[in-house]
């Protein structure tokens, strides 16, 4: 896939790490953000393999408090113009407000990843307009309802039918499809059973032929599955993370990226998953 600084090869897994700049996450303190933590976690990720920064300044969090443009844009670019500067790596930026797209792409993000897939006003067009690629991710609702007695008629196809949907609309709006990915959005509108279910038929989602994008990082469903609190998630995760892979996802989105790059490792060098598929019929 293209983009601006370079072309990242889809065709073996890569690690996106999650950089939160919410002022929970790397607090001075006070109502801000720490800079330089911010930007050592970064670092940090990218030494462990990480291809990818995602940086957040919005909580998605069900029932959450909307957070204005002006503030999100405080949060999010001391610490966006300190990695483009200080570290070579692909930032994304995970935001739904189409002046926020506009502003960051500017200041050197080099993808978009939006939680509502382009369908907040004025989004598709910000979108356009940049040369960036753009992951769409499915939520059923808005952070503030999804989780509130989530229900499909069938699962994925009602993620299908939506992607489809998104698709048609990024094509009236002349976005090239060649510039995105999709996300089925673990959590985002989903009971633990609807993740599962997903899980188990990602392969159907990537049959859609785009980059298949995935984050269940030290998610609830995780954590009921395990007994585990948040932060003693990551071995649930990997095994998600290795799961998604085997069944086509080639993006995965986490908080623990050396453990999830050493899987994604073992993974590509046994064969195992759909990446050495030719070579392994050769054998
Ligand atoms: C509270 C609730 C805080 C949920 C953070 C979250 C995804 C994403 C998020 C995902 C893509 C989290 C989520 N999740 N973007 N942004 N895919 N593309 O656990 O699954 O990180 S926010």
Redesign the pocket.
């Known amino acids: 896939m293209k983009f601006p600084s370079r072309n990242l090869d889809l065709s073996r897994p890569r690690v996106m790490g999650?950089l939160n700049v919410t002022p929970d996450s790397f607090s001075d303190g006070g109502r801000y953000v720490d800079l330089n933590a911010a930007v050592d976690a970064a670092a940090s990720m990218l030494q462990s393999g990480a291809d990818i920064i995602d940086i957040?300044a919005e909580?998605?969090?069900p029932g959450a408090d909307a957070v204005p443009e002006s503030e999100e844009l405080d949060r999010l670019l001391p610490v966006l113009e300190k990695v483009v500067a200080e570290l070579d790596v692909i930032v994304s930026v995970?935001t739904r407000k189409p002046g926020v797209m506009r502003a960051v792409a500017s200041a050197g993000a080099e993808m978009i990843?939006d939680?509502c897939a382009l369908r907040t006003p004025g989004a598709i067009d910000a979108a356009a307009d940049l040369d960036l690629p753009i992951?769409l991710?499915h939520m059923l609702g808005t952070p503030e309802t999804m989780q509130v007695a989530p229900s499909y008629r069938a699962l994925p196809d009602d993620i299908i039918t939506f992607f489809s949907e998104r698709l048609d609309a990024c094509d009236r709006a002349g976005l090239d499809r060649q510039r995105l990915l999709i996300?089925p959005?673990?959590?985002?509108g989903k009971t633990d059973a609807h993740n599962l279910e997903i899980l188990a038929k990602l392969d159907q989602l990537a049959a859609l032929g785009l980059p298949l994008?995935?984050?269940l990082?030290?998610?609830k469903t995780l954590g009921n599955l395990t007994g585990q609190p948040v932060d003693k998630r990551t071995a649930a995760g990997v095994a998600a993370a290795v799961l998604a892979v085997e069944r086509g996802a080639t993006i995965v989105?986490t908080h623990d990226v050396r453990e999830t790059v050493d899987a994604l490792r073992v993974i590509e060098a046994a064969a195992l998953s759909r990446f050495d598929g030719a070579q392994r019929q050769d054998i």
């Open positions: 999650i957040g909580s998605t969090r995970d990843n939680v992951c991710m996300d959005g673990f959590g985002f994008l995935v984050g990082s030290r998610k989105r």
